[in-house]
């Protein structure tokens, strides 16, 4: 059974076109995130949900729209993709209890973008 | 800027040796986590210390935690071929817990 899945795993796509990443766990967790992470293997947060209310959001560009429509759920829109963007996107999840538990992440989606 | 940071970026070792990496953080911390990524896969836990703790074992893992000199250690004894992969540690920024930083990782190759 997986735990945090994401679709699509592979997305290669045309700059200035529209793109969205899901994401869901099946952990009953209450805390989602989306992490980046580039060509030098630097993991950097972008945003992280809680019981569906953003709680951080790491100056991450407009065009980056996160979603929770439920806690097993975020999901990442990103309008006008530029090639920065290229990267490896990951969703993770963990139980926020006052003191922070070990995450879980998903496979990752790598995006291109040419 | 980065939180924690890992020394040595690479290492290479043979199987069977030990292997130890380092972390240093900058900020105050509630605990400082450490985890595993396999070449195209996502990151696996492996560890968590809490501030309050100053050493943990888990198998053939070690972890210390000094939080005077902000630094932790990760010791892999009896190295296998399996175990090569990218080490991160993580930490969570004074920011109430949902933000976790993490190193730029350790890149740990096993020779069979």
């Known amino acids: 059974d997986t735990a945090v899945s994401q679709t699509p795993k592979y997305l290669v796509t045309q700059m200035g076109n529209d793109k969205s990443i899901k994401c869901e766990q099946n952990?009953?967790?209450?805390?989602m995130y989306w992490y980046k992470q580039d060509s030098k293997k630097f993991l950097k947060i972008m945003f992280s949900y809680n019981n569906k209310e953003l709680i951080i959001n790491e100056t991450v560009p407009n065009r980056f729209s996160p979603k929770s429509p439920d806690k097993a759920h975020l999901n990442l829109h990103i309008n006008s993709l530029e090639l920065g963007d290229s990267a490896v996107y990951f969703c993770?999840?963990?139980?926020?209890?006052?003191?922070?538990?070990?995450?879980?992440f998903g496979p990752g989606t790598r995006l291109t973008v040419t | 800027s980065q939180q924690g940071e890992e020394d040595p970026q690479a290492l290479s070792i043979q199987e069977g040796e030990n292997a130890t990496m380092n972390c240093s953080y900058k900020t105050s911390i509630n605990n400082l986590q450490w985890y595993r990524q396999n070449s195209g896969r996502g990151l696996v836990h492996l560890i968590l210390?809490?501030?309050?703790?100053r050493e943990k074992h888990s198998g053939r893992l070690r972890v210390t935690l000094d939080t005077s000199k902000k630094s932790s250690s990760l010791l892999i004894t009896a190295s296998r071929a399996a175990d090569t992969a990218s080490y991160f540690c993580a930490t969570d920024a004074d920011t109430g817990g949902f933000k976790t930083i993490f190193g730029a990782g350790t890149r740990l190759f096993v020779k069979a």
């Open positions: 993770a999840s963990s139980l926020f209890r006052g003191l922070r538990y070990e995450q879980y």
């Open positions: 952990l009953g967790h209450d805390t």
């Open positions: 210390i809490r501030s309050n703790e």
